[in-house]
């Protein structure tokens, strides 16, 4: 019986403690709850509003919300070079590329399958009240991680729509973790509630 008390005052006590090291971060149109130690970043936008968060190991994470904002599961690009295309990398492109699903050839012709070897995957989740793409990388620490939604509003030609995005680059698998798991709380304000 003591034991079973004991296990259940650590499961209670870890709970607390799993809570209390996240935090709420509010951007106005949207709340999001992320690790206690990542921090908002306020920054200027053009055409829309932007912002972000640097996170325990300095990556930045940065998000769009306006008419422009890109889904960047569109600029998925297969890791296939040729031996020309392969020598105009950087020495740290070439280090990243070590770590990936890649393919180097004589030439980009004849039947390769250029699916084999891109960079990101995604799945339609629903995020609040908005059915929205969460984007993950094939390739741990390599490529875009972060969400998309095509409209909050409007439903006209895109540049009426307000679109949502916030990517990340090159993540460590944790703060990846991390990071889809904070996507997932997402609240906006004066659309869903």
Same mark, same amino acid.
């Given at each position: 019986?003591?034991?079973?008390?004991?296990?259940?005052?650590?499961?209670?006590?870890?709970?607390?403690?799993?809570?209390?090291?996240?935090?709420?971060?509010?951007?106005?149109?949207?709340?999001?709850?992320?690790?206690?130690?990542?921090?908002?970043?306020?920054?200027?936008?053009?055409?829309?509003?932007?912002?972000?968060?640097?996170?325990?190991?300095?990556?930045?994470?940065?998000?769009?919300?306006?008419?422009?904002?890109?889904?960047?599961?569109? %600029?998925?690009?297969?890791?296939? %070079?040729?031996?020309?295309? %392969?020598?105009?990398?950087?020495?740290? #492109?070439? $280090?990243?590329?070590?770590?990936?699903?890649?393919?180097?050839?004589?030439?980009?012709?004849?039947?390769?399958?250029?699916? $084999?070897?891109?960079?990101?995957?995604? #799945?339609?989740?629903?995020?609040?009240?908005?059915?929205?793409?969460?984007?993950?990388?094939? $390739?741990?620490?390599?490529?875009?991680?972060?969400?998309?939604?095509?409209?909050?509003?409007? !439903?006209?030609?895109?540049?009426?729509?307000?679109?949502?995005?916030?990517?990340?680059? $090159?993540?460590?698998?944790?703060?990846?973790? !991390?990071?889809?798991?904070?996507?997932?709380?997402?609240?906006?304000?004066? %659309?869903?509630?």
């Amino acid at each position: 019986m003591k034991k079973n008390i004991l296990i259940i005052i650590a499961i209670f006590c870890f709970s607390c403690q799993s809570k209390s090291e996240l935090k709420k971060i509010d951007f106005d149109i949207f709340e999001i709850t992320v690790p206690e130690n990542w921090n908002k970043i306020e920054l200027n936008g053009t055409d829309s509003y932007i912002g972000g968060i640097i996170t325990t190991e300095k990556d930045t994470l940065i998000f769009d919300f306006g008419a422009y904002s890109s889904d960047a599961s569109k %600029y998925d690009f297969p890791l296939v %070079y040729d031996k020309n295309s %392969y020598s105009e990398l950087t020495q740290k #492109e070439k $280090n990243f590329l070590k770590k990936t699903k890649h393919l180097i050839v004589d030439t980009i012709s004849g039947k390769i399958d250029f699916k $084999n070897y891109l960079t990101q995957e995604f #799945e339609i989740v629903k995020v609040d009240c908005f059915k929205a793409k969460i984007i993950t990388t094939r $390739n741990k620490g390599f490529g875009t991680t972060g969400i998309y939604i095509d409209s909050l509003e409007g !439903d006209g030609q895109n540049s009426t729509k307000t679109k949502f995005s916030f990517y990340g680059g $090159n993540l460590e698998e944790k703060t990846e973790k !991390d990071f889809l798991k904070a996507l997932k709380t997402i609240k906006f304000r004066n %659309y869903c509630h």
